[in-house]
């Protein structure tokens, strides 16, 4: 819905396109908000930007991630020892308070700057994650060998750990996708959301901003509720299920 959001509604997502308060009906599916703006048409766009913060912001976390999971498992030492040191400090912040302080001091908050943001405050756990896994790697033979041959550390990373670990890695991507969606429908939902364009957390501001509990008016918070639940809830059961396929031990018999 959210790829195909132009071909499903014809008008853009804040332009006034009917009378205010109006339930759902067949000419406005999901009614229409104080100032006569489609709510489907904002629910549909707003799906967009969530699946875009979630990827771009996954993928910064992912990314940082595991370059410093690597790095730290295979060297060890000194760097172990620093990168370990970097990531704990990260981690101890309070991820939420420095968003908000971030958004706070930027006049353009868009899409891309968000989720820069949200990837930069979001990867310490998986570093952690990814480093006990290459230090589980790197002891065997088949590193060994690809280390006596004069391979690079980049190489082996790359050629040897990275692909014996592409399963852990790609759901440690989605947790992190889900992570980054509460994340930006938190800050969205506080008002800090994005300047130039809507979302489903930003959405949901609007409606309580606008007193649609009060008027009654469910239409206009219910949809991008359940919008950031249903994308939270389908990663999670991506994510174990994915771990089912990849780990014969917790298939059911």
Partial sequence: MGAAAPLLTGQPPNAEVGPPNQPPSARHWFGTTNFGQDV?????????????????????????????????????????????????????????????????????????????????????????????????????????????????????????IAPNMSSYLFMTFILLFGGAVLAAAGLDFVGFGPTDGVSLGLMMHNAVNWGALQLGMWWWFVPPGLGITAIVGAMYIMNVGLDEVFNPRLREM
């Fill in 40 to 160: 489907f048409a904002q629910f549909v766009y707003g799906l967009r930007s969530t699946f875009l913060v979630g990827a771009l912001g996954g993928g910064i976390a992912a990314l940082v991630g595991m370059a410093v999971g690597f790095v730290a498992g295979y060297r060890g030492g000194v760097v172990d020892e620093v990168l370990n040191m970097i990531t704990n400090v990260v981690l101890v912040l309070p991820s939420l308070a420095v968003l908000l302080i971030a958004a706070a001091y930027l006049d353009d908050r868009g899409v891309a700057v968000q989720s820069f943001f949200i990837g930069l405050t979001s990867w310490p756990w998986a570093a952690r994650a990814v480093r006990a896994q290459t230090l589980s790697l790197s002891s065997r033979d088949f590193v060994d060998l690809a280390r006596l041959s004069g391979t690079r550390t980049a190489g082996v990373i790359v050629r040897e």
